[in-house]
C-alpha cells in the first residue's frame, strides 16, 4: 500500500510564500485595506503576510476589502465568500486553482506548520476528530480514542489506487495465446469502493472479459484493474469505462466489455432510502460494441 504524497510546509517556507502573496497584495493598489482572514487557517496565513505589508484585520467578513486564507485547493471556500460578497478579491498564501502555483504545493497532502500535532501526525486525525465531534459524539471516550488514527488508515487503503497504474500490472503474455480467439471472462469480482458524492460505500461485482488478440494477460489482473479504479472517489458510470479502457488500451484485444452490478449505500442509508436496489453498467469496445452476437453473448455471460 503506498501512502499519499505529504509535504510539510516549514515556517521558512511560510515566510517566502507569504513575501510572494505581498507582491499580488500590493498589485490590488488599496491603502491600509481591511482584511478578513478566513477561519481556522487564513488566520495564521494573514498574521504572515502582515510581516511584509500593511492593512487592518477585521472581525467581519462583511467590512472587508481583502479575504485572506491559507490555501485554495478545491476553490469551495473562495466560491462561498465570493458569492456572498461579490467584487471582493480572495487571496491565499498557495493558490491550487493559479497555473503559476508552485509545483511543491500543486498536489498531494500539505500540512502548515498550524495543523502538525505535537506528535508529529498528520492534521487528517485532526478533522477526523472534528467530525466525531460534528455528529455528536465524544472524541474522548474509550472507543473512540484511536478511532482518527484507524479511519485514516482505512481511507488510505480504501484509496490507494490513486497512487497504482493500471499499465503496470497489465502484463501481457503471448505464450498461451496461440489460435486463443474465443472470449475469456472472469466473473462477479467482488468490487468496494465510495461514491464521491456523499463518501458513502459502493459494494457490488464486476465481470470483466475481452477477446485475445494474440496477447493474454493473468487472470488474476483483471482484479487487481478493479480494485485500482474502485479504490478511487467514484460514480459507477465512470468506473466501468476506466476499467474497459485500460484493459483495452493496454492489452489490444479484439473487443473487451466490462459490467458492474453494484448497490450504493447513498441512496440505500440516506436520501430516498431504497435499501436492496442494484444499479447495473455495461462499458463495450471494439467487437463487443460493434458485432451484435459478441455483445449477446457477452450479455448473457455476465448474467448467468
Known sequence: MSLPKIKKITHKEI??????????????????????????????????????????LVNDPAEAEVFIDDIIDSGNTMRRYSDQFPGIPFLALIDRTDIDCPADYKTGWLIFPWEDSVEGETSITDHITRLIQYVGDDPTRQGLIETPARVAKAWNEWCDGYSQNPADILKVFEDGAEDCDEMVVVKDIPLYSHCEHHLAAIFGTATVAYIPNGKIVGLSKLSRLVDIYAHRLQVQERLTNQIVSALFDNLQPIGAGVMIKARHLCMESRGINRQGS????????????????????FYEMAKA
Open 15 to 56: 515566510q517566502a510564500l507569504a513575501v510572494r502573496l505581498s507582491a499580488t497584495f500590493s498589485a490590488l493598489g488599496l491603502i491600509y485595506p481591511r482584511v478578513y482572514a478566513i477561519p481556522r487557517g487564513g488566520i495564521p496565513a494573514a498574521y504572515a503576510l502582515h510581516t511584509y505589508t500593511h492593512f487592518e
Open 278 to 297: 442494484i444499479t447495473v453498467t455495461t462499458a463495450l469496445r471494439g467487437a463487443f460494441r460493434s458485432d451484435p452476437k459478441v455483445r449477446a453473448e
